[in-house]
C-alpha cells in the first residue's frame, strides 16, 4: 500500500560507483589550483565573519560544521545521514540563512574560478605559449596553415554571421544590485591579484571585499513575486551595459581587420560577424503572458537601449575632440557637416560642431521613437528642429565623415578610438539593439488560420483538409493581395490576440528597422502548411507583400523558420524542405531573401522524447539531410541551434559543440540560443564576453573553412554503426520515461517539478498544456528538476545500455569506438559532454530525493534502473575514453567538481527536507521561499541547470 505522505528520511544507502572515484586529481592539479583555493578560502572566511555577525555565532556554527561534513562526506569519512540529521525538522528560520550562506559561497565560488581561468591565460600568454584552442589567434593560425586562398575565404565567409540569441529561464533571475556587488568584487580580485599591494593597502582591498560581501548577505537573492516577462526583457537587457556594448563591436573590428589583412582579396564586407538576438518578449510559445503590449515593450526597450547607448557616446566624443581650427587642417566635409563656414571664428572647434549636429539629429530621431520624456535634460537643450535620422546607416555615414577628417588630419590614432568603436557599435546595433524573433506553436496556426479562412468565406472548416488541400489553400491567399481580415472583424480572444503580437512586430519593423524582428519561428513545425500557416500571419500584419504576379516577387523582411524538435520531425525535416521550397512563390521568397533559408534545430524536445544518444545523432543525422537538400535545391542554410545550458538540453563547450558539427552545416553563419546561468556566466563581464564570443567566432569560422569532421572515407559505415546505437539508446531510455508504469509519478514526486510551477519560478507555464504528460511538458522544468535531484537523466540515461549492448564481448567493436573517440569530433563531444554530466551526478543525493516518492514499490523499481544504467554509463564510458577519469579533459570543471561541490551537499538535503515539509502540509511562506532558495542556490552552483 502507498504511504499517503513523502517519506521522512532514507536508510543507509551507498552507491557502488563514487564519482569522487572517478575525478581524478594529482598534485600538479593542486598545485595549479592553489591560487583559486586561495581566493576561494578569503571569499569563504569573509562570508563566514559576515554571516556570524549578522546571523549570530548559532547559525554560523551549524553552517561550519555542515561544511565539514559535507567534505567529511566526499571524503567517505562522514556518513550523509550524519549531515542530513542536522537539518531535520529545523526551524525554518535558521534554515534560511544556512541555505543563504551556501548560495552565496556558490555565486563566490563562481567568480573566484572566472578570475582563476583569467589568471592561468595570462600565464599562458606571458610564457609565449601557442595561443589556445577556440582563441581568433588560434583559429588564423590554422587558416594560415590550412593555405586558403583569397576566393575560398570569401565565398565562405560572404554571409557570416554569429547570432547569439538571448533566451529567458526561470532561474536566472538575479537583482541588478546582486549583479553590480558581484560586478564589483571582481574588480577587487582582480586589482589584489595584479597588484602589488603593501600590507596596508591589502587590508584596504579586502575591507572593500568585505562591504561589498556584507551588502550582498543583506540583499534579496530572489523576488517574493511572481517574475514577469517585463522583468526577464530588463534582465536580459542588462547584459549591453555590463559587456556586449564594449565587447561586440570591438570583436567585430578586430576580425574584420584581421582577415582583411591576410586574405585582401576576398571581399569581406563590413557587416559586422557578430550580432544578438533575443527571444525575451517574443516567444509565446507555451507563455500565454505574451502579448501585443510585450513585444512593443520588448522592441522599445531594446531600442531605446542602443539609442541611449548611442547618445552617451556622442556626448563623451564631443568633450573629446576639442581640436582648434587655428591648429590643424579640417576638412570640407566637417564644416559642412557643422554647418559652418572655415572662416567662422564660431567655428574654431569643427568637430565639436559637428557632434553637436549629429546628437541634435539622434535627439530629434529619438524623439519621434520615444517622445520627449525619454531625453535627458542635456539632450532637451539639443531639440532645436534638426531632421530626424531614418535609419542608422544614416547616423554611420555622419560618423564616417568625422572618421575621415580625423584621418585627414593625421589622426588615425584618434579615430580608431572611441570613434572606431561608435561607428561599429552603429553597424552592429542600430537603432533596434537586437533582433527580437517570434515563436508560436504550429498548432496555435493552424487554430487561428483556419477561423481567418472561415471568417473570410475562403473554406469554413480549414482542419479537416489533407495536406495537399491545406497548402492549395494556403498558396493561393498567398499570391492575393487582399487581407482575409479587416481591423474590426469579431474574431475570437486566441485569433486576436495573435494577430494583435504580429501587428505589434509590424510596427516595430516600421519604426526600428526590418532587424528589429528579423525572424519567425514555429515549434513544432511537421509540414509545408505549418510554414505557409505562418506566412499567412505575416501578410495580415502587412509584413509579407505578395507582389504582383507575373511583375515582382513576395517580398518579406521576415524569415519563416521551421523549428524541427522532436526525433520524427529531425528525421523528415529534410523532406519538409524540400517541399515547401517546391512551392514556386515560397522559392521565390527565399531568393527575396538572400537565398537564404534558416531553420532551428531543436535539441531539447529531441532530448526529452528520445533521450541523449539518440537526441544527438538525430540532430547530426538531420543536419547531414538538410546540407544535401540545401546543396539540391541551390539556396544557402543557415542553422539555428535551439541548445539549454545543460548538456540535456544541447549544452555543454561551445567551441566543441560547433567543430562537432557535420561537413557543410556551418556556412560561415549560425545562430545560437543562450540562456539561463549560462548567460551570466559568459557575459556578465568583458573579459569573459569576450572570450566566449571569441569561441563562438573561431569555431564557426573553423567549421565553415577546414575539414573538421576527421572520418574520410570511413563516415558511411560510421554514420551505420550510430543508427545502430543510437536505436538502442533510445529503446533504452523509452523503457525507463514512456514504458515503466507510474514513471511520471515517480519523476513528479522525486524531483521539484510540481514546486517549479507552484512557487512562481519563472514567468512560464511549466507545460504547455494543462496535462501530466511528458511530452506536454516543457523541457526547462524536465532537465531542471533531474539537475536539481542530481540525477541529470536527461544528459546520459540509455547510453550505456547501448554501448554495452552494441560492443558485447567483440573487442574489434570496442576499438572502433576508441577510434571514434580519438579522430570524430561529433563523437568525442557527445562522449565528454556526457562525462561532465556524470561527473555533476551524485546518486547518493538522488536516492534522498527518491525518498520523496510515497509508492515504495515504484521508488524501488524506477530508483533501481537509474542506478544500475547509471553504473553502466560510467564503465562503458571509461572503456572507450581509456581512462577512469571522467573530466581528464576538462580542468576547469574537474577545479569546479573537487574544490567546491561538496558545498552542494547542504543545499540539496535542505531541499529535500523543504519539500518533505511542504508536500506533507506545511506550506507557509517560508518554507516556499526556502525551496526557492535552494532552487537558486544549486542553479548558480552547477552554473547550467536548465
Given at each position: ?31 595549479l ?46 556518513d ?15 534554515a ?21 581561468r ?8 606571458r610564457?609565449g ?10 583559429t ?8 586558403l ?53 591589502d ?7 568585505r ?18 516577462i ?6 536580459g537587457l542588462r547584459?549591453?551595459d555590463?559587456?556586449?556594448f ?15 589583412s ?11 560577424m ?25 522592441t522599445?526597450?531594446?531600442a531605446q ?5 548611442h547618445l552617451?557616446?556622442?556626448?563623451k ?27 567662422d ?5 569643427p ?15 529619438a ?16 531639440l532645436d ?14 560618423l ?26 552603429v ?7 537586437s ?20 471568417w ?12 495537399a ?10 499570391q492575393?493581395?487582399?487581407?482575409l481580415?479587416?481591423l ?10 495573435e ?7 509590424a ?17 513544432m ?7 505557409l500557416e ?12 505578395p ?11 521576415v524569415?519563416?523558420v521551421?523549428?524541427f ?17 517546391g ?19 531543436g ?6 522524447d ?8 538525430a540532430?547530426y ?20 541551434h535551439?541548445?539549454g545550458?545543460?548538456?540535456g538540453?544541447?549544452g ?15 556556412q ?26 571569441e ?10 573553412l ?7 572515407n ?14 538502442r539508446?533510445?529503446a533504452?531510455?523509452?523503457?525507463l ?8 509519478e515517480?519523476?513528479t514526486?522525486?524531483t ?32 531542471l ?9 536527461p ?14 564481448d ?6 572502433t ?12 563531444t ?6 561532465q ?8 543525493l538522488?536516492h ?11 521508488r ?11 553504473e ?20 576547469a ?8 561541490f561538496?558545498?552542494?551537499?547542504p ?9 518533505r ?6 506550506d ?21 541547470s536548465?
Amino acid at each position: 500500500m502507498s504511504e499517503s505522505v513523502p517519506s521522512r528520511g532514507a536508510p543507509a544507502w551507498r552507491p557502488s560507483i563514487s564519482i569522487v572515484d572517478h575525478i581524478v586529481v594529482d598534485d600538479e592539479g593542486r598545485a595549479l589550483t592553489e591560487p583559486l583555493r586561495e581566493d576561494i578560502r578569503l571569499l569563504g572566511g569573509i562570508l563566514g565573519e559576515v554571516v556570524r555577525e549578522h546571523s549570530g555565532k548559532d547559525v554560523f556554527d551549524l553552517i561550519e560544521s555542515a561544511r565539514v561534513a559535507a567534505f567529511g562526506v566526499r571524503r567517505n569519512e562522514v556518513d550523509r545521514d550524519e549531515l542530513a540529521e542536522k537539518f531535520v525538522d529545523l526551524d525554518v528560520t535558521t534554515a534560511l540563512p544556512v541555505i543563504r550562506a551556501f548560495s552565496h559561497f556558490a555565486l563566490l565560488a563562481n567568480l573566484a574560478e572566472d578570475i582563476h581561468r583569467e589568471r592561468r591565460r595570462a600565464i599562458h600568454v606571458r610564457a609565449g605559449d601557442p595561443p589556445q584552442n577556440s582563441s581568433l589567434a588560434a583559429t588564423y593560425a590554422k587558416l594560415e596553415a590550412a593555405g586558403l586562398g583569397d576566393d575560398e575565404v570569401g565565398k565562405a565567409l560572404a554571409d557570416a554571421a554569429v547570432v547569439p540569441v538571448i533566451t529567458a529561464h526561470p532561474t536566472e533571475t538575479r537583482r541588478r544590485t546582486v549583479f553590480e556587488a558581484q560586478h564589483r568584487i571582481t574588480e577587487l580580485m582582480r586589482f589584489r591579484g595584479r597588484t602589488e599591494l603593501t600590507p596596508d593597502e591589502d587590508a584596504e582591498v579586502t575591507e572593500s571585499i568585505r562591504r561589498q560581501v556584507l551588502t550582498l548577505w543583506q540583499t534579496a537573492l530572489i523576488r517574493l513575486e511572481r517574475l514577469t516577462i517585463s522583468d526577464e526583457i530588463r534582465s536580459g537587457l542588462r547584459y549591453y551595459d555590463a559587456s556586449f556594448f564594449e565587447v561586440v563591436p570591438a570583436i567585430n573590428t578586430s576580425v574584420r581587420a584581421a582577415l582583411r589583412s591576410t586574405y585582401p582579396k576576398a571581399g569581406l564586407a563590413d557587416e559586422p560577424m557578430i550580432r544578438m538576438g533575443s527571444w525575451i518578449g517574443g516567444d509565446r510559445d507555451g507563455n500565454p503572458f505574451v502579448n501585443s503590449e510585450i513585444v512593443t515593450l520588448a522592441t522599445t526597450l531594446a531600442a531605446q537601449t542602443a539609442v541611449d547607448y548611442h547618445l552617451g557616446e556622442l556626448e563623451k566624443l564631443g568633450r573629446e575632440l576639442s581640436m582648434s581650427a587655428r591648429l590643424i587642417s579640417a576638412t570640407e566635409g566637417l564644416f559642412e557637416l557643422a554647418g559652418a563656414a572655415a572662416d567662422d571664428p564660431a567655428a574654431d572647434e569643427p568637430f565639436r560642431l559637428a557632434l553637436r549636429h549629429i546628437r541634435s539629429r539622434l535627439v530629434a530621431t529619438a524623439t519621434g521613437m520615444f517622445g520627449k520624456d525619454f531625453l535627458s535634460s542635456g539632450d532637451l537643450f539639443l531639440l532645436d528642429g534638426k531632421e530626424a535620422y531614418s535609419g542608422a546607416d544614416e547616423l554611420l555615414a555622419d560618423l564616417d565623415v568625422i572618421d575621415a577628417a580625423l584621418r585627414a588630419n593625421n589622426d588615425d590614432t584618434i579615430a580608431d578610438d572611441r570613434l572606431l568603436a561608435l561607428r561599429e557599435a552603429v553597424r552592429t546595433f542600430g537603432f533596434h539593439l537586437s533582433g527580437l524573433d517570434m515563436r508560436q506553436n504550429s498548432d496555435t496556426h493552424e487554430e487561428v488560420v483556419g477561423e481567418l479562412l472561415a471568417w473570410a468565406g475562403v473554406h469554413p472548416d480549414y482542419a479537416s483538409l489533407d495536406e495537399a488541400e491545406r497548402v492549395e489553400i494556403l498558396s493561393a491567399e498567398l499570391q492575393a493581395r487582399r487581407p482575409l481580415t479587416s481591423l474590426d472583424a469579431d474574431l475570437s480572444e486566441l485569433a486576436a490576440k495573435e494577430l494583435g503580437i504580429v501587428r505589434a512586430g509590424a510596427r516595430a519593423v516600421a519604426t526600428f528597422g526590418p532587424e528589429a524582428v528579423p525572424n519567425y519561428i514555429i515549434s513544432m513545425c511537421t509540414s509545408v502548411s505549418d510554414m505557409l500557416e505562418a506566412l499567412i500571419l505575416l501578410k495580415e500584419a502587412g509584413l509579407y507583400d505578395p507582389g504582383v504576379v507575373g511583375e515582382n516577387q513576395p517580398r518579406c523582411t521576415v524569415r519563416v523558420v521551421p523549428l524541427f524538435e522532436t526525433i520524427e520531425d529531425l528525421q523528415q525535416g529534410a523532406e519538409t524542405m524540400l517541399a515547401v521550397l517546391g512551392v514556386p512563390f515560397y522559392r521565390a521568397l527565399v531568393e527575396f531573401q538572400n537565398g537564404m533559408q534558416e531553420i532551428m534545430l531543436g535539441y531539447s524536445d529531441s532530448n526529452k522524447d528520445g533521450g541523449y544518444m539518440a537526441a544527438n545523432w538525430a540532430l547530426y543525422r538531420a543536419e547531414l539531410d538538410l546540407v544535401e537538400a540545401a546543396a539540391r535545391s541551390g539556396i544557402r542554410l543557415r542553422l539555428f541551434h535551439g541548445r539549454g545550458g545543460t548538456v540535456g538540453r544541447g549544452g555543454g563547450p561551445s567551441y566543441e559543440a560547433i567543430l562537432a558539427q557535420p561537413p557543410g552545416a556551418v556556412q560561415g553563419s549560425l545562430r545560437i540560443t543562450e540562456q539561463g546561468e549560462i548567460i551570466a556566466a559568459k557575459y556578465a563581464e568583458p573579459v569573459a564576453a569576450r572570450r566566449n564570443l571569441e569561441t563562438l567566432l573561431a569555431a564557426t569560422i573553423e567549421s565553415s573553412l577546414l575539414d573538421v569532421e576527421g572520418l574520410g572515407n570511413d563516415s558511411e559505415p560510421a554514420y551505420e554503426i550510430m543508427d545502430d546505437i543510437a536505436a538502442r539508446a533510445r529503446a533504452a531510455y523509452s523503457r525507463l520515461v514512456h514504458e515503466t508504469p507510474g514513471f511520471v509519478e515517480y519523476f513528479t514526486t522525486s524531483t521539484p517539478l510540481s514546486e517549479i510551477g507552484a512557487l512562481n519560478i519563472g514567468s512560464r507555464p511549466a507545460s504547455r498544456k494543462q496535462t501530466e504528460k511528458i511530452s506536454d511538458l516543457r523541457a526547462i522544468p524536465w532537465v531542471l528538476s533531474w539537475t536539481q535531484s542530481r540525477v541529470m537523466l536527461p544528459g546520459w540515461y540509455g547510453t550505456g545500455s547501448a554501448f554495452e549492448e552494441w560492443i558485447g564481448d567483440d573487442q574489434e567493436r570496442l576499438e572502433t569506438l576508441q577510434r571514434y573517440y580519438a579522430e570524430w569530433p561529433f563523437f568525442r563531444t557527445v562522449m565528454s559532454n556526457m562525462a561532465q554530466v556524470l561527473a555533476k551526478s551524485d546518486m547518493g543525493l538522488a536516492h534522498r530525493y527518491a525518498q520523496l516518492v510515497p509508492d515504495e514499490q515504484l521508488r524501488d523499481t524506477v530508483f533501481g534502473m537509474i542506478v544500475d544504467e547509471h553504473e553502466r554509463t560510467i564503465e562503458m564510458c571509461a572503456k572507450i575514453t581509456g581512462t577512469e577519469d571522467l573530466l581528464h579533459d576538462n580542468a576547469a570543471l574537474k577545479r569546479s567538481v573537487y574544490n567546491r561541490f561538496p558545498y552542494l551537499e547542504p543545499l540539496n538535503l535542505l531541499q529535500v527536507e523543504l519539500l518533505r515539509r511542504f508536500r506533507s502540509g506545511e506550506d507557509t511562506p517560508l518554507i516556499r521561499r526556502g525551496i526557492q532558495l535552494t532552487m537558486n542556490g544549486l542553479a548558480t552552483a552547477l552554473r547550467n541547470s536548465g
